[in-house]
Each structure stands twice: as structure tokens, then as C-alpha cells.
């Protein structure tokens, strides 16, 4: 299509275009992202804040890397062997509740700074970032129809992106029962395609005896485990704690987990908003 017959330059010129109005409305996106899921309004200041340099670096390393071609070392005087890397196509991307905009920018610009088309099923509870990010790229010159965003349930509009023929690589970002049960729809569709998956973690978290100070690692623990109200892939589950400091670390982060102010995520003096 357009798009994937566009030189890198040319399409690291509207993924930069993109990245500016993404950046300029950085404050309308902070306030969706909080009032959709309920995270706290700082944390997403600081967040959102890098996702412009998404497309940013994608644009630039197309730009300077080409996607499409390489040339290794000859191996003999008499033959040139030459790899040509041209765009797979179609790349249905399914992505999370909890990171709506980030994880979706992620995987949004390095999908088209190599040619690709874009399907992208946001999380049901919270489309409407993706849907705006959606519009600045069309802004920025995007041509029309290479990035579709379509909102629905996994069961439906998921296992549709799983099976639809013309998908040449899917990518998942959820639960485990739910990234089996996409790569299932993928088989019955009979179709061998590229498929990645993160399905999250169980996080531990090592406590030492000789840290530093113990207040450190407590402040450390509790933004591990509370950050964005504990609802992120990388959440610290467990911790783990030398039996030398034990009770001094328990005490302090006791004190620590009991000063937290649950509240309205919109007000920047709430360190957990809504579950």
C-alpha cells in the first residue's frame, strides 16, 4: 500500500510530525488516562511524558537503518549476498487496560517505521487514548487506513484479529489465559504467523542486609508494589527480606504502606487512585 511503499525517511518524517502534536497534547491525554483508569494524575505526568520519543526513535532508527535492506561481509570474491527487508503486512496489536497509551505507542510506532499496516484492538475499559492517538497520526500524515483502531471485546474483536487472514504478525500484551487462548485461535485458523506475547510476571523483590539504608529499600519496595495502585505487569509481588534486618525493614514499611493517601486519582496529593 501507500505507506509501506513510502521510503523510511519519508515515513520517519510523519512518525516525527506525530510525536510533536502527541507531545503538545500531553495534558489531554494525562486527564483521559486518569479519569479512564483511575491511576494517579502524577504518575501519568511522568509517564506519558516519554511516550513522544516512541516515534521519535523509531522514525530515527528507520531513517538510519532502513528496515529494508542490508548488505553483510561477501563471503567469496565472485558472489554479493544482499538480505532485503520489506514490511510483513498487516500487524494486529492487542493491548492492555492498565498502560493504555504507553503500551500502545510502543508497539504502534515501530510497527509502522517498518511499513506495516495496523490493526490495534484497545483494552475494552479504557479506548479512548488509543483512539486519540489514533487521530494525531491521521494529523500527522498517516495515509488513510494504514492505522485502524477498533475497539471490542477479546472474545470477539480479539479472536477476529487472531484468525483474520490477512494478519501477518499479532501481538498481545495481557493475562496468560488469555494470550493461550489467542495463540489456540491462531491454530484453528490453520495459518502459521508470527505471534508475541508478554504476558506479565511474578516479580520478587531482594532485600539484603547490606543495603545502603533501609528506608531506601522500603521506598524502593513500595513503588514496586503500589505504583499505578499495583495494577502493572512488573509489579513487585513478594518480598523477600535477610533475617538481619528483618524487623527493621517491617516496621519501616509498615509505617510507609499506612502513610499512602488513597483518593481521587485527579488530585496530585493521592498516591492511589481507584482499583
Same mark, same amino acid.
Given at each position: 500500500?501507500?505507506?509501506?511503499?513510502?521510503?523510511?525517511?519519508?515515513?520517519?518524517?510523519?512518525?516525527?510530525?506525530?510525536?510533536?502534536?502527541?507531545?503538545?497534547?500531553?495534558?489531554?491525554?494525562?486527564?483521559?488516562?486518569?479519569?479512564?483508569?483511575?491511576?494517579?494524575?502524577?504518575?501519568?505526568?511522568?509517564?506519558?511524558?516519554?511516550?513522544?520519543?516512541?516515534?521519535?526513535?523509531?522514525?530515527?532508527?528507520?531513517?538510519?537503518?532502513?528496515?529494508?535492506?542490508?548488505?553483510?561481509?561477501?563471503?567469496?570474491?565472485?558472489?554479493?549476498?544482499?538480505?532485503?527487508?520489506?514490511?510483513?503486512?498487516?500487524? /494486529? +496489536?492487542?493491548?492492555?487496560?492498565?498502560?493504555? #497509551?504507553?503500551? *500502545?505507542?510502543?508497539?504502534?510506532?515501530? $510497527? !509502522? &517505521?517498518?511499513?506495516?499496516?495496523?490493526?490495534?484492538?484497545?483494552?475494552?475499559?479504557?479506548?479512548?487514548?488509543?483512539?486519540?492517538?489514533?487521530?494525531?497520526?491521521?494529523?500527522? /500524515? +498517516?495515509?488513510?487506513?494504514?492505522?485502524?483502531? #477498533?475497539?471490542? *471485546?477479546?472474545?470477539?474483536?480479539?479472536? $477476529? !484479529? &487472531?484468525?483474520?487472514?490477512?494478519?501477518?504478525?499479532?501481538?498481545?500484551?495481557?493475562?496468560?489465559?488469555?494470550?493461550?487462548?489467542?495463540?489456540?485461535?491462531?491454530?484453528?485458523? /490453520?495459518?502459521?504467523?508470527?505471534?508475541?506475547?508478554?504476558?506479565?510476571?511474578?516479580?520478587?523483590?531482594?532485600?539484603?542486609?547490606?543495603?545502603?539504608?533501609?528506608?531506601?529499600?522500603?521506598?524502593?519496595?513500595?513503588?514496586?508494589?503500589?505504583?499505578?495502585?499495583?495494577?502493572?505487569?512488573?509489579?513487585?509481588?513478594?518480598?523477600?527480606?535477610?533475617?538481619?534486618?528483618?524487623?527493621?525493614?517491617?516496621?519501616?514499611?509498615?509505617?510507609?504502606?499506612?502513610?499512602?493517601?488513597?483518593?481521587?486519582?485527579?488530585?496530585?496529593?493521592?498516591?492511589?487512585?481507584?482499583?
Amino acid at each position: 500500500g501507500e505507506w509501506s511503499e513510502l521510503n523510511p525517511r519519508a515515513r520517519g518524517r510523519v512518525l516525527n510530525r506525530a510525536a510533536e502534536l502527541l507531545r503538545n497534547a500531553l495534558p489531554e491525554f494525562v486527564d483521559m488516562e486518569t479519569r479512564q483508569t483511575g491511576r494517579c494524575l502524577r504518575e501519568y505526568k511522568a509517564q506519558l511524558g516519554r511516550v513522544p520519543e516512541w516515534f521519535e526513535y523509531h522514525a530515527s532508527y528507520a531513517a538510519a537503518k532502513g528496515f529494508e535492506g542490508r548488505l553483510p561481509s561477501l563471503t567469496e570474491a565472485d558472489h554479493i549476498n544482499m538480505v532485503w527487508r520489506v514490511p510483513l503486512g498487516v500487524c /494486529g +496489536l492487542i493491548t492492555p487496560w492498565n498502560h493504555p #497509551v504507553l503500551i *500502545a505507542a510502543k508497539k504502534i510506532s515501530v $510497527a !509502522l &517505521a517498518a511499513g506495516n499496516s495496523v490493526v490495534v484492538k484497545p483494552p475494552l475499559e479504557a479506548p479512548v487514548t488509543v483512539l486519540r492517538l489514533g487521530e494525531i497520526l491521521s494529523m500527522a /500524515g +498517516l495515509p488513510p487506513g494504514t492505522l485502524q483502531v #477498533v475497539p471490542g *471485546a477479546g472474545q470477539t474483536a480479539g479472536d $477476529a !484479529l &487472531a484468525r483474520h487472514p490477512m494478519v501477518e504478525k499479532l501481538d498481545f500484551t495481557g493475562g496468560t489465559a488469555t494470550g493461550l487462548q489467542i495463540q489456540r485461535s491462531m491454530a484453528e485458523a /490453520g495459518r502459521v504467523r508470527a505471534y508475541s506475547a508478554e504476558l506479565g510476571g511474578n516479580a520478587p523483590i531482594l532485600v539484603f542486609s547490606d543495603t545502603r539504608k533501609v528506608q531506601e529499600a522500603v521506598d524502593g519496595v513500595c513503588f514496586a508494589a503500589f505504583v499505578a495502585s499495583g495494577q502493572t505487569c512488573v509489579s513487585g509481588k513478594r518480598v523477600l527480606v535477610q533475617d538481619e534486618i528483618f524487623d527493621e525493614f517491617q516496621d519501616a514499611l509498615i509505617s510507609k504502606v499506612t502513610s499512602l493517601r488513597v483518593g481521587n486519582p485527579l488530585e496530585e496529593a493521592t498516591d492511589i487512585g481507584p482499583v
